[in-house]
DNA sequence: ATAGATTTGTCGGCTAGATTACAGTTCCAC
DNA sequence: GTGGAACTGTAATCTAGCCGACAAATCTAT
């Protein structure tokens, strides 16, 4: 029964769709499945075996450490997205953790080595695997640029109007972000100092663009950017 | 005979050499070829229909122009790299160019569609390749955080490392580079104003780091970054 | 050889945003 | 509800590196 579920949990991945029950179950068979809290921190780089996960509920945020101990969001992962060893090269130095944002998260995952060899018996979702990565790739390439040729403010608009494309509930014009996120994760994301980021927020909201609280976030005319 | 040719160029690249020849003709049925001099300019993406192209002599810049009417240097290609739509996926929108930057080049390229096609038939080709594709994105992961968060001069340090490793030819602790880049375009790839990478070259030069001319940059020592 | 055109060298002034340093708020656990 | 921890607000410095401006060097074509 509960096994049942991780079926479904993956099948419901647009990646997956077009597999058979078989070749889901095929790659369950070794599948983790995890709960954990908010705060919690889930190491899974250096972990055993090199896998990839699905998250399944709620957003998580992945930190990467550098050698001088300077920690960096490398990414948030929302309900629905896949996560780990996406490139299927197991890199050992890389030194990353997750961290749970939301009150609770559901993953699942699966043997990086299983859906290898998945891959192998299944050209099609090679392909369509191939062609998400280069998604990945291009979404990354794209932020980046932004990050490099846009000054700080700019970079707070764009990360607030793809933050509300992806997850916001869209009133009128009102958009309606739940905030799981504090004002320096907001900073690292896009590469800023705290500071800069509150003040920046705090402007926006005197010019009433924004209503901002711990709790959510309000964009009050969504086409303003 | 010509044909012949362009059967070895593909047979060349690591990835390809599992491929029979057979399928490598059929990748070539409606192959192109090309053949460049220095400064001439070669649209790739919008041209009729999306190619792959792979990069069998001499040194080009992709060079991307955004709404303003800034360019950027996306990306060296060096000889036998791919480039081009990589990600199997055209994208219209993106405005790229590429500038011949050595003496002459040689090109040499196949329908994106051919190439889907072997990769169905072909799934360890599809694995080996989702793996490339991977690879590319995770070195431009690290390009990037590089920008972000290192300075100009650690940047410098740092693309003339990688350049003396991949094209450096070593002469004991010397490292001898041909020289085919302006201090204007190792600025725009280290992301900075053509001054400070000019400022930055010239202090090297005199604290006897590197010797630096149009032609060449020689690496006193290697170790010393 | 000579005239452009392209690349390099150098210099101040200027600004976005980092950094330091505290104070005020909100949250959570006991 | 109380104390400490984690967040948020604000202000005063300080600096890397951008920008404009121009001169010198080097390359290229006729």
Not at 58 to 66: C, H, L, S
Not at 188 to 199: G, L, V
């Amino acid at each position: 029964m509960y096994e049942d579920l991780k079926y479904w949990y993956l099948r419901d991945h647009k990646l997956f769709r077009t597999l058979s029950f078989g070749q889901i179950r095929q790659l369950c068979i070794i599948t983790g499945f995890k709960k954990a809290k908010k705060g919690e921190i889930i190491y899974f780089s250096s972990s055993d075996l090199p896998r990839i996960f699905l998250l399944k509920k709620g957003n998580i945020k992945i930190v990467a450490v550098d050698e001088d101990g300077n920690e960096t969001i490398k990414d948030i992962i929302q309900k629905g997205d896949l996560f780990g060893e996406l490139t299927l090269e197991a890199d050992s130095q890389s030194n990353e953790y997750a961290k749970v944002l939301s009150d609770d998260v559901a993953i699942c995952s699966f043997l990086m080595s299983d859906f290898e060899d998945l891959l192998l018996r299944n050209p099609s979702l090679a392909l369509s695997y191939t062609k998400f990565v280069g998604l990945k790739m291009k979404r990354i390439k794209n932020s980046y640029s932004n990050l490099i040729s846009k000054d700080a403010k700019t970079r707070l608009f764009q990360f607030l109007k793809d933050w509300a494309e992806k997850e916001g509930k869209k009133i009128g014009d009102k958009v309606v972000i739940e905030n799981y996120l504090t004002q320096n994760d907001i900073a690292q994301i896009i590469c800023t100092s705290r500071q800069t980021a509150t003040q920046l927020l705090n402007e926006m909201e005197t010019n009433g663009t924004i209503i901002y609280s711990r709790k959510e976030i309000i964009i009050t005319d969504i086409r303003k950017l």
